[in-house]
């Protein structure tokens, strides 16, 4: 039977939790509880009959790009593809309505997630754009002697008082913060969901205050012979200083009856070079936020540039064919100009290496020896590389 596309109602979150759960191999949750985060209309499911095979949806948010602060992101979340309907195109129905919906109706120049399989997406333009740090630092681990963590007293505090000023400060911080998201109370609900089957065995959330900053952890137990070694896992730290991160960061290291911190955190947390013996600081790295330009042109626009360039580039873009061709790419003071062009092209690249470069985390110059980028003018690519790096490395906060 033929395979259809249709978005979806509100009656259809039941039967469309079933089949993420399924393609997740997970045990079937209540559906109920992603109510408050469920947009029909901008959730496509594919049907083999009446049977619900495959989909995917997009949450309405902001993402926060270099130079320029929020933009509107189409937050890809919920794909899967039921067992016993793989390999038939359902995963690429999907793609295709989400991605040409959105050009077709001028919606979002940018779309982003977070995949479960790391081989999956780049067929479909998205390219890997952050990746997050998993990091073990013992505890008591000493700071530099000239390390600044002020007097502020830190505090541990309930979730009720804990909750506003989380959600005031992640507010005024996210917009110079490349890679995070905006953040709706129901956002907030899910990050921070801490029933019993959200913990995997860990403690309820902890709440931690600092004038200028906050912090947010759980606790797993390990008590041993010799004394306890439960681990701190944090979930967030956030401030507008870095006294207090640093302040937040010692608060974290010096917990009683703790041998371990362990957080999923930025590629270039500064906690490293915060220690005596940086070598304490276990680190590895993995992908965390892939993104797609569904509109080239819109989305290059969007954020500002490190330094001037002037550079046609010729765009290969099979899946989205409108981004497809030669575009002159103007930096001037930062912002960038665009502009549909026949001359020759300086730099020649894949619509997937342009994600991974959009928020400034990923060099176009290792893309070209990926064979991803290819220069065609001599110094192009080095010129074009340098204009797309921010300040920082981007960093998304959470799996949405």
């Known amino acids: 039977m033929a395979l259809t596309v249709r978005t979806l109602t509100a009656a259809d979150l039941p039967r469309f939790q079933r089949m993420v759960d399924s393609a997740f191999q997970s045990d079937t949750v209540d559906a109920e509880r992603w109510r408050h985060l469920f947009e029909p209309e901008r959730h496509h499911a594919v049907f083999d009959g009446d049977e619900l095979v495959g989909g995917g949806g997009i949450q309405s948010r902001e993402v926060t790009v270099p130079g320029a602060g929020p933009v509107p992101v189409a937050a890809v979340t919920a794909v899967g593809v039921k067992p016993g309907h793989r390999r038939r195109g359902v995963l690429t129905r999907v793609m295709t309505a989400q991605l040409h919906g959105l050009h077709e109706e001028g919606r979002e120049a940018v779309a982003a997630l977070w995949a479960s399989e790391a081989g999956i997406y780049g067929r479909f333009g998205y390219g890997l754009a952050a990746e997050f740090t998993r990091l073990s630092v013992p505890r008591g681990a000493a700071f530099r002697a000239n390390v600044r963590t002020g007097d502020a007293r830190v505090r541990e505090v309930e979730r009720d008082e804990a909750m506003p000023v989380l959600?005031?400060?992640?507010?005024?911080?996210?917009?110079?913060?490349?890679?995070?998201?905006?953040r709706v109370d129901a956002n907030w609900e899910h990050q921070l969901a801490d029933e019993e089957r959200d913990r995997g065995g860990l403690t309820a959330y902890r709440y931690v205050l600092h004038p200028d900053g906050y912090a947010v952890y759980r606790v797993r137990g390990d008590w041993q012979e010799r004394g306890p070694r439960n681990e701190v896992h944090v979930r967030e730290i956030a401030a507008r200083t870095t006294e207090a991160y640093a302040s937040l960061y010692r608060y974290l290291l010096d917990?009683?009856?703790?041998?371990?911190?362990?957080?999923?955190?930025?590629?270039?947390?500064?906690?490293?070079?915060?220690?005596?013996?940086?070598?304490?600081?276990?680190?590895?790295?993995?992908?965390?936020?892939?993104?797609?330009?569904?509109?080239?042109?819109?989305?290059?626009?969007?954020?500002?540039?490190?330094?001037?360039?002037?550079?046609?580039?010729?765009?290969?873009?099979?899946?989205?064919?409108?981004?497809?061709?030669?575009?002159?790419?103007?930096?001037?003071?930062?912002?960038?100009?665009l502009e549909r062009v026949t001359d020759d092209p300086g730099v020649r690249l894949t619509a997937q290496a342009l994600g991974a470069a959009y928020l400034g985390g990923t060099r176009l110059a290792t893309l070209a020896r990926a064979q991803q980028v290819h220069e065609v003018a001599p110094g192009a690519v080095t010129a074009l590389s340098h204009a797309f790096l921010g300040d920082h490395e981007p960093h998304c906060p959470e799996v949405f």
Do not use: Q
């Open 167 to 182: 959600k005031a400060l992640y507010e005024e911080l996210r917009p110079g913060r490349t890679g995070w998201l905006s």
């Open 255 to 337: 917990l009683d009856m703790v041998g371990e911190l362990k957080f999923y955190t930025a590629s270039d947390d500064p906690v490293t070079h915060l220690l005596v013996d940086s070598r304490l600081a276990l680190r590895s790295r993995s992908d965390a936020l892939w993104v797609r330009l569904v509109d080239v042109d819109r989305a290059l626009a969007a954020r500002r540039y490190s330094s001037d360039v002037d550079v046609v580039l010729e765009v290969e873009d099979d899946f989205c064919p409108w981004n497809a061709g030669r575009v002159r790419f103007t930096v001037k003071s930062g912002k960038a100009t």
